[in-house]
């Protein structure tokens, strides 16, 4: 049989009422008193039922975070930092895939599963700012990423345009002058890529390049393979890039693919940058270059500030913005 409070109380010598106080924090306890109620914990190996206290208080102790792209290893590595830090704070986390759909992302902030779960993170692609201020639903709910503006929810992102602005800037330090972007979207969703591509143009205006609307190149989503097509494309211009920001890692290592099959040098003659820093730029050949957004930094203040609203903090919106640093390596150096 566990350890029950009555047994934490006996061996602290104290009421059942003050060991309550100090497992749930419901009211201050002297600190000599607290320090032998712990004593006591740990003697015993007292474990909270957090199921127990959760239920207590109306909840259900689990909280979701949504994600257009689960098999995107950037997404892939925000959820396991997601994942304990709510474990840290007692809640588990679920995740929900949306595909970057229109009704998954309606079914979630409209409420479809808010009788199991106190709260949501999502990262909105389909859905826009209208949408997000018509939802019924009144469960906690933090954005992550650039996807809706002027809402009255807390939201944790970096500087997307700060960001691209960071990477052109490198390429053009390096003697870049044909410098392309791959991973424009097609038609008006992915404010984060739109976000970029203002970035893109800031630091080619910032060096007095003129802007080539022909070294845009829009792809359908934000893969692999899409960055290899769109590096198919760039090589056939007349006047092929001598460099390549992408949308994020994973369209970049598409383009370093078609670059290493068409036979052309890395950076020699063209050099490649993504964004997101995520493992596999680390071990591709060459090593990728890219700017690191602090993934730690998201994870762990989109769960606070979730945790933080469920828990009944008031006040206004939040907008936390994480850093981000440049990370040089071997697919970018000077031009020939």
Not at 228 to 238: I, N, P, V, Y
């Amino acid at each position: 049989m566990g350890v029950s409070l009555k047994d934490i109380a006996e061996r602290a010598g104290v009421s059942l009422a003050t060991v309550s106080n100090v497992v749930n924090g419901y009211r201050p306890v002297g600190e000599v008193t607290r320090q032998r109620v712990q004593r006591a914990i740990d003697e015993l190996g007292y474990t909270p039922n957090l199921s127990a206290r959760h239920l207590r208080r109306g909840r259900t102790g689990l909280i979701a975070l949504a994600v257009p792209e689960l098999t995107n290893p950037y997404f892939a590595e925000l959820a396991d930092v997601a994942i304990r830090e709510a474990a840290g704070l007692g809640y588990t986390l679920l995740m929900e895939n949306t595909a970057a759909e229109r009704g998954a992302e309606l079914a979630l902030l409209e409420g479809a599963q808010r009788h199991l779960i106190d709260g949501l993170i999502l990262s909105p692609v389909a859905i826009g700012r209208e949408e997000v201020l018509a939802r019924r639903a009144r469960m906690p709910l933090v954005l992550i990423g650039e996807g809706v503006y002027d809402v009255p929810y807390d939201r944790v992102a970096i500087d997307n345009v700060a960001a691209s602005r960071t990477a052109t800037a490198h390429l053009v330090a390096l003697g870049r002058r044909r410098i392309a972007f791959v991973g424009a979207p097609p038609g008006g969703d992915r404010q984060s890529a739109h976000l970029r591509i203002r970035g893109y143009r800031e630091a080619l205006d910032a060096a007095g390049i003129p802007f080539d609307p022909g070294l845009v190149v829009p792809t359908e989503q934000f893969g692999r393979a899409d960055g290899e097509h769109a590096m198919h494309h760039l090589l056939s211009l007349d006047h092929p890039p001598d460099a390549v920001l992408a949308y994020n890692d994973l369209t970049a290592i598409g383009a370093l693919r078609t670059l290493a099959r068409s036979g052309a040098g890395v950076p020699d003659d063209v050099a490649v940058a993504g964004i997101d820093d995520i493992e596999e730029g680390r071990f591709s050949n060459p090593t990728l270059t890219t700017v690191a957004p602090d993934k730690r930094a998201i994870g762990r203040s989109a769960v606070r500030r979730l945790v933080s609203r469920i828990e009944g903090e008031g006040g206004p919106p939040m907008h936390v913005q994480p850093s981000f640093h440049l990370i040089e390596r071997e697919s970018t150096g000077p031009a020939r």
